[in-house]
């Protein structure tokens, strides 16, 4: 009863594969001809992770994910943040549904090879959709704290990015040489890429303002826009330049001063219901021998 059903399955999978590769969906005239008038994109400043096995495994379904919206924008922008591309991250999703559906009857044929069940046991359907529903959806909660966590890395650097720079230019250093000196010390994800933004003005001959506001934009860090934003209008004077650096690092240590504030706050009020249920067990352990005696005396 197991087996014909995998094998149905895997079967009906094939074929739906099979008729979108020979099939696939014709790309309107009007989108053809605007990509060939389409200016071409800049290269993204994040760098990018390489592929794993479980991609590998999950590309033939890509096209009909795509097909069906996934993933949204703000998953889109989540992705870009960990340096996930939108067809790997699909197939890891298709490969890892697939193997949730399949764990439980394949578990179930083991055991019922090995007499360890009868065989007039109901296939895990329930199980196995419950399953694959799990984690078909895991890869997105692991993108989303993964890009949580690196903008806020982001936002921590560039605090102390900003403290650097400004006490290089309060030595005599110019602009440039004041970013690229405070660049090179912090080390870690984000620095990695406040230094890769840098490298890309100087190499395309910028101000060093628009690849770190195009950094911004790909990592959805405000402070990072704001920042590019407000040294933009202050110009290459030094004086000017440090000014508003120096006002920048205040508000961002002040917001993430408040932000950690905050954070501590929220951890000391979700201990209150732990802490208030191991009082009452602690006062029914405490109590329940005096109880027991009176119940028992009457």
């Keep these: 009863m197991i087996w014909p059903m995998i094998l149905g399955a895997l079967a009906g999978t094939g074929v739906l594969v099979?008729?979108?590769?020979?099939?696939?969906?014709?790309?309107?005239?009007?989108?053809?001809?605007?990509a060939l008038h389409r200016p071409a994109t800049p290269t993204p400043i994040t760098d990018t992770e390489g592929e794993r096995w479980s991609a590998r495994a999950g590309r033939l379904l890509v096209p009909a994910l795509l097909a069906l919206g996934l993933p949204h924008t703000g998953l889109r922008r989540d992705l870009q943040v960990v340096g996930r591309s939108v067809e790997r991250h699909l197939a890891e999703k298709a490969a890892a549904g697939i193997a949730g559906l399949l764990l439980p009857p394949l578990f179930l044929g083991l055991l019922m090879a090995g007499d360890a069940v009868d065989a007039d046991v109901v296939t895990p359907t329930g199980a196995a959709l419950c399953l694959g529903v799990a984690l078909f959806l895991a890869p997105d909660a692991d993108v989303r704290a993964k890009a949580r966590a690196r903008r806020a890395e982001m936002r921590h650097t560039l605090a102390v990015f900003l403290d650097l720079a400004v006490v290089s230019l309060a030595g005599g250093a110019g602009?440039?040489?004041?970013?690229?000196?405070?660049?090179?010390?912090?080390?870690?994800?984000?620095?990695?890429?406040?230094?890769?933004?840098?490298?890309?003005?100087?190499?395309?001959?910028?101000?060093?303002?628009?690849?770190?506001?195009?950094?911004?934009?790909?990592?959805?860090v405000r402070e990072l826009r704001e920042l590019a934003a407000t040294v933009a209008l202050a110009g290459s004077e030094g004086a000017r330049v440090r000014a508003s650096l120096t006002s920048k690092a205040v508000s961002m240590r002040t917001r993430q001063l408040t932000d950690a504030q905050g954070a501590a706050s929220a951890a000391t009020e979700r201990m209150t219901l732990p802490l208030a249920v191991l009082f009452l067990g602690f006062l029914l352990f405490i109590g329940y021998p005096a109880v027991s005696a009176v119940g028992s005396g009457l």
């Design 175 to 220: 602009v440039d040489q004041a970013l690229n000196d405070a660049a090179s010390v912090p080390s870690g994800w984000a620095a990695q890429q406040l230094r890769r933004a840098l490298s890309t003005a100087a190499l395309t001959r910028t101000a060093p303002w628009e690849p770190l506001a195009r950094l911004g934009e790909e990592l959805d």
């Design 18 to 34: 099979a008729l979108k590769a020979a099939f696939p969906p014709r790309t309107p005239l009007s989108e053809a001809l605007a």
